[in-house]
């Protein structure tokens, strides 16, 4: 089944492949670096498009609570409802790792609209607070 709807481009972060060029990608794969393009982004990055982004940058220093927990989900589940539309946002959990304090491990599980394929991303967000 072709895939082309989904989308393909320069790959993110930008890298060279082995020819030299700029490496591509494409389907799946650019669903998924969209999804962490969006979480990396903060809202007023971008100049021509202040709204996008996600608003989990304005809490990296808060302290690592369930409440901060909660807020960083609900942050993210916004930004990929409000700017990836490709996709339905099934779930959205965020874990905090024991041996690692500062580290929040954000876990998006979702589902690619245009053929019903399911998928997850783990992305790390660093926050400046520990328990």
């Not at 969006?38 to 202040?50: D, F, K, N, S, Y």
């Not at 930004?79 to 490709?86: K, M």
């Not at 041996?99 to 954000?106: G, S, V």
């Amino acid at each position: 089944m072709p895939r082309e709807f989904l989308g393909s481009g320069l790959k993110f972060p930008l890298q060279v492949d082995a020819s030299g060029a700029l490496a591509q990608s494409s389907h799946e794969e650019r669903v998924a670096e969209s999804i962490a393009f969006i979480l990396a982004t903060a809202h007023g990055e971008r100049v021509m498009r202040p709204d996008f982004g996600c608003g989990i940058h304005e809490l990296v220093f808060a302290p690592n609570n369930e409440l901060t927990r909660g807020s960083v989900a609900q942050s993210v589940r916004r930004g990929l409802v409000e700017h990836e539309p490709r996709i339905d946002v099934l779930d959205v959990r965020v874990s905090s790792a024991d041996d690692q304090p500062n580290l929040l491990l954000i876990r998006v599980d979702y589902r690619i609209r245009a053929n019903n394929a399911f998928h997850n991303l783990v992305y790390p967000f660093f926050i400046k607070e520990g328990p």
